[in-house]
């Protein structure tokens, strides 16, 4: 009797051996689970990283086949794709001035014809006027105010930004953000930013532009814009085709947009921007980049790359 005690005690020892190698198991089975999913992400990663590389090579190729001296808008040459259609490039020429510069259009001659466009883009006069006095404010070295409704260094620094204003010229888009005031443009016009760029010569190229920049520029019916653009891109209406009859001078252009010649949106016309702008998208398998450069002086040895950026595509 005494001899058959400690039975139940390993048996309860064995089951709980048995636990523990369940227990080790199913932890083993986890690790190699979790190891399983983690290097197959990995490799995803590693695989999209790897086509995104690739793609990013075509659009500079792109990049490189436009800014050939000798290869125009029109050049075949500036599509590619391979035989299987998994990879290739797409790029585009056009001008910077297809937008206008508007640190060119911030000083006391070119002041008026902005205040008219943001009244093109139906803000009220007093505020279109103070929106472009904080511009100035911003710009200029002073620390004086050209209105009351404009805002200088003492203004921000009230308002939390002892940095600002920067007082030089906008370097991007986004700098024009921190402008006091810039909340009217918003919510007047909201798709101003599409219109200005802080590149180029401040004029607006009319065999660029698309008819909602030339209408908000220069005031004209947006129909009267829309005709000029049907007349500029031909009878395919897509731009950089054989068919396209350009506008020769900025006389032209006014003429076919119902306005006077002495029209003072007239002086913020040319024909030809001076800034050239290559779009190029290159993509391969799955993953597509895009890569806009900005140059002058294509073709001479003095080309000088501007600015450049990266942009994720919609192919």
Known sequence: MHGTLPRPRIARQHGSVLLIVLAVITLLA????????????????LANRSGLLKARRMAERGIAMAAHPVVTAMDPLLEFQSEDGSEGYRAIMTTEESRLNINMLLNDQNAPQLEQIFQNFRMQPGAAQGLVAALMDWVDEDALKRRPDSAEALDYKQNGFPNRPFNRRFRSMQEIDMVAGIEKLNAAYPGWRQLFTVYGSGQLDVNEANAEVIAAVTGANPVMAQRLIQRRDGRDGIRHTKDDQPITAPQEAMQL??????????????????????ESIGWYGEQAIGVAILTQGKGSQQMQILFREEFMPKR
Request: zero cysteines; aromatic letters at 6%.
């Open 30 to 45: 986890f690790a190699v689970a979790t190891t399983v999913l983690t290097s197959s992400q990995y490799d995803q990663a």
């Open 257 to 278: 947009l119902g306005l006077p010649q002495n029209h003072p949106a007239a002086s913020l016309l040319a024909i030809q921007g001076q800034t050239l702008r290559i």
